[in-house]
């Protein structure tokens, strides 16, 4: 059974920087990207930072410069640096991981996690 689990999250002031994890777990024929997304309160869920097979990136204006996604392959996680945090950046922080359904990875689907809070103070 697949799982994907966000850690990482916490308190931190105005600033600062925090690291976010999310890790894949079970069995998986590949992971054809990973994006993370952001709910902060009252707001809709939105898409911050995304990341695919080839590395290639994308971030809204609203964390470019500030936020970078990352990948470990083999350990099949991928990460969020967070700098320069605002307070504007609090909310729970989603991972979506779309993995491969076969080897050829001609069609995936998508698994969420459950979410970690960053607040920040400002």
């Known amino acids: 059974q697949v799982q994907v689990v966000e850690s990482g999250g916490g308190l931190q002031q105005a600033g600062g920087s925090l690291r976010l994890s999310c890790a894949v777990s079970?069995?998986?024929?590949?992971?054809?990207?990973m994006d993370w997304y952001r709910q902060a309160p009252g707001k809709e869920r939105e898409l911050i930072a995304g990341i695919n097979s080839v590395g290639y990136t994308n971030y809204p204006d609203s964390v470019k410069g500030r936020f970078t996604i990352s990948t470990e392959n083999a350990k099949n996680t991928a990460y969020l640096q967070m700098n320069n945090l605002k307070s504007e950046d609090t909310g729970v922080y989603y991972c979506?991981?779309?993995?491969?359904?076969?080897?050829?990875?001609?069609?995936?689907?998508?698994?969420w996690g459950k979410g970690t809070l960053v607040t920040v103070s400002s």
């Open positions: 979506k991981a779309a993995l491969c359904e076969t080897t050829s990875c001609g069609s995936f689907r998508s698994y």
């Open positions: 079970g069995s998986i024929f590949g992971i054809h990207g």
